[in-house]
């Protein structure tokens, strides 16, 4: 068997509305520009050496119909006025031969950074566990990003949020890091 190991990920987000919430999914998945790929939801790990692409860049690798991996965070609504979130965290560790973390999470009545500053602090949080030093974490108000004594490269986050506009129209929120294999 082929090793699945992926090469390269890169981050994308979309919302979509429609009269189901299956409609509203696939609307999302549009919106972030992978609808047409067949999409399996895999759990947490950013592998060693990945390399972080722009979503344009890793469309460009792909063929509609291809399976790929992703870490999806998904939330849908259709009650009015209702605000609903989701984000991915990840964390690269200084060290790229040793793994990272990918977060998701979702969320009611968050907005867009409050979303996707905690599934940044959660994936930086699985990694500082992973090294016995989850109480050495510490945010960097200068970098905007967690540090752990020069052990983790880099957090970041993408997160999408809106607001149920329409009285009976679903509306799904998605965000996700998609997994390459070369």
């Known amino acids: 068997m082929q090793n699945l190991l992926p090469s390269k990920v890169f981050f994308t987000r979309g919302i979509g509305r429609g009269r189901t919430e299956l409609q509203s999914f696939e609307n999302a998945l549009r ?3 992978i609808a047409q790929f067949n999409i399996v939801s895999v759990s947490s790990i950013l592998p060693p050496r990945a390399e972080i692409i722009s979503k344009d860049d890793g469309l460009k690798l792909l063929n509609p119909g291809q399976i790929l991996f992703t870490v999806l965070a998904r939330n849908s609504s259709n009650e009015l006025n209702r605000m609903i979130s989701s984000a991915i965290g990840y964390a690269v560790p200084s060290d790229r031969d040793h793994w990272g973390y990918l977060s998701e999470h979702h969320a009611y009545g968050e907005t867009e950074n409050e979303a996707g500053y905690f599934a940044e602090e959660l994936a930086a949080r699985m990694l500082a566990s992973t090294m016995g030093l989850e109480e050495e974490l510490k945010w960097d108000d ?5 540090v752990l004594e020069n052990k983790i490269l880099t957090t970041r986050n993408i997160a999408s ?8 129209e679903w509306t799904t929120v998605v965000a996700a890091a998609v997994l390459i294999i070369m």
Do not use: P, W
């Not at 200068?142 to 967690?146: A, G, Q, S, V």
């Not at 949020?161 to 009285?167: E, F, G, S």
């Open 31 to 33: 919106s972030a520009g």
């Open 161 to 168: 949020t809106t607001v149920v506009l329409k009285k009976d």
């Open 142 to 146: 200068t970098r905007k990003e967690y």
